[in-house]
């Protein structure tokens, strides 16, 4: 039997409720104030920047479309809040599970004229990317999600190649979950060392000097294949089965792993809940992941590639083209 630990992070209540007023960096004219002001009350170019609140661990992004907000998590704890511009009528921003693919602070586009995309970190190659750009306060934009100037810069200091970023009709607060031993296999013993031995020297991405060039590892869980990929630099790296218990679906749902957990004897993961319908089916992630088992010549080969800052993605989606295409890593929703 899998045990597995649920922990609520007490320290993102201050962001609940009506502890939602945040303190606002506005940037005009040069000039930064400070002011209380809720969450949803942000005006278009506005957002609030607190990486002191959690100085280190595994960035998440989470953009939510019918807020027309982008919402930025450093080890489960939310640092920073913007508005944005998302995709116009017949140029929708797709939604989905994206990782960032590329990094560029000078971009230029090549589909637009030359137009510029100031801390450009890219979702697809086909042209979808987080950038610097005019919010009018309602969707503008081709496709890319807009936002300000000053919140994309700051953005771009804390991402790297691989950091997850979910594009969606709602979003959830993360939450820590600590799964004893390797994820996707049944309990043993002897597993929370094979953990620990695996992930040994390993660092987190955004600690990896450019000389180290190491990979970006990625998981992949189908529950409408059963099938289970291994991703490193956007190469499928190996394939296996999945084998599913109990009824229904699983869901969409985006684990990033962050450390060994010696208290808890198991691999802590910090969990995003991804759904693209406000109203659509939702499973709580410690169910979801429980349910899975991959074969064990997967395991070995997952074993090897994990690292801290690895993503790990559930879908009820198919691992097809019509999900995934070429190089993009992306889980279309």
């Not at 809720?38 to 609140?53: D, M, N, Q, V």
């Not at 600590?178 to 955004?206: D, I, N, Q, R, T």
Request: with cysteine; aromatic share 6%.
């Amino acid at each position: 039997m899998v045990r597995l630990a649920s922990v609520t992070m007490d320290r993102r209540r201050l962001f609940a409720g009506a502890a939602s007023l945040v303190a606002l960096t506005m940037a005009g004219k040069g000039l930064a104030s400070e002011v209380m002001k809720e969450i949803a009350a942000l005006k278009p170019g506005e957002f609030t920047w607190h990486p002191e609140r959690q100085q280190a661990g595994p960035v998440a992004v989470v953009v939510s479309i019918p807020e027309q907000r982008v919402h930025v998590y450093r080890n489960g704890i939310r640092i920073g809040v913007s508005t944005c511009s998302t995709g116009k009528p017949g140029h929708e921003t797709p939604t989905g599970v994206f990782v960032v693919l590329q990094k560029d602070k000078h971009h230029k586009s090549s589909t637009y004229n030359d137009a510029p995309m100031p801390n450009m970190n890219r979702l697809t190659w086909s042209g979808i990317a987080l950038h610097a750009g005019k919010l009018p306060g309602y969707p503008a934009s081709h496709g890319c999600v807009r936002l300000p100037m000053e919140f994309s810069e700051r953005l771009f200091g804390v991402t790297h190649l691989g950091t997850p970023v979910i594009i969606s009709g709602a979003h959830a607060d993360p939450t820590e979950l600590v799964h004893p031993g390797m994820v996707l296999s049944a309990y043993a013993e002897h597993e929370f060392g094979s953990a620990v031995a695996a992930l040994k020297g390993k660092s987190h991405p955004s600690d990896w000097t450019e000389a180290e060039r190491r990979p970006v590892t990625s998981i992949i869980a189908s529950y409408t294949d059963r099938r289970i990929m291994l991703v490193e630099n956007s190469e499928v790296l190996a394939e296996g089965s999945l084998t599913i218990s109990g009824s229904g679906k699983l869901g969409s749902h985006v684990f990033v792993l962050d450390s060994a957990h010696e208290g808890a004897r198991g691999l802590r993961w910090i969990a995003i809940s991804h759904n693209s319908d406000v109203g659509g089916f939702f499973q709580p992630e410690e169910r979801a992941i429980t349910r899975l088992k991959a074969d064990e010549r997967f395991l070995g080969r997952m074993r090897a590639a994990l690292h801290p800052g690895a993503v790990l993605i559930v879908t009820d989606a198919p691992l097809s083209p019509d999900s995934r295409s070429g190089k993009d890593f992306v889980i279309m929703s």
